[in-house]
């Protein structure tokens, strides 16, 4: 299909739900029930899930990423369903725009979909706890904390920029830090999260 068509039947599809989210109402928009899409939108919706499983580069990734963030609420079933059913690949980049999204509804589906115990590899841990953390739930922060010892920069880059955002800690991390230096740091970290267990307690 052409690009210029797909954009019309986009902007078409959006400009619908937009009339049904000015009319819609609270009851509405619990936490389990999402704006639908229109038969156009979802298709493409489950095109572009699709497309996540043999994305050829972190460009394509990321503008993936984006169309689904652009899009939102229509898309949140589809987020979940690749949580809870999708391979690593799907799984990892729905907890990526989960993450970048912020929508605290997300929090306890994201939860069901996917339960601790199921997450599997190391990789998927550290999303969803990024994700979790983006939420305001920090039970899984000693994940991202542990990540900053990854000999990746890119995962420490990752693991920085998350608990730099989401903590008021003035614990400087820096995607510059070498790896010899970023021990004293995860041990910084370590006791930063040692010390809001013990505040969290006395509360």
């Known amino acids: 299909m052409p690009l210029t068509t797909t954009r019309r039947l986009l902007s078409a599809s959006l400009l619908a739900l937009g009339a ?3 009319c819609a109402t609270n009851a509405s928009l ?3 029930e999402w704006l639908e899409a229109s038969s156009v939108l979802q298709r493409k919706i489950d095109q572009k899930g699709a497309e996540v499983t043999i994305c050829p580069d972190q460009f394509t990734w990321i503008g993936l990423s984006d169309w689904f963030q652009s899009v939102g609420e229509p898309t949140y079933s589809k987020l979940l369903e690749m949580v809870e059913y999708g391979n690593t690949r799907q799984r990892s980049f729905a907890l990526c725009v989960i993450a970048a999204l912020q929508d ?3 929090l306890e589906p994201m ?5 601790t115990e199921a997450l599997g590899s190391e990789g998927i841990r550290r999303e969803y706890a990024r994700a979790l953390a983006k939420m305001g739930d920090f039970s899984e922060l000693p994940v991202l904390i542990e990540a900053l010892r990854d000999s990746s920069s890119e995962q420490f880059g990752r693991a920085a920029r998350a608990l730099e955002t989401v903590t008021n800690s003035d614990i400087s991390v820096s995607a510059s830090t ?3 230096d970023r021990e004293k740091i995860v041990e910084d970290w370590l006791g930063w999260w040692e010390d809001q267990q013990r505040d969290a307690l006395l509360r």
């Not at 939860?111 to 339960?115: G, S, V």
């Open 30 to 32: 619990s936490n389990s």
């Open 20 to 22: 049904l989210a000015s």
């Open 111 to 115: 939860r069901e979909a996917i339960p």
């Open 104 to 106: 605290r509804r997300l």
């Open 178 to 180: 070498s790896y010899e």
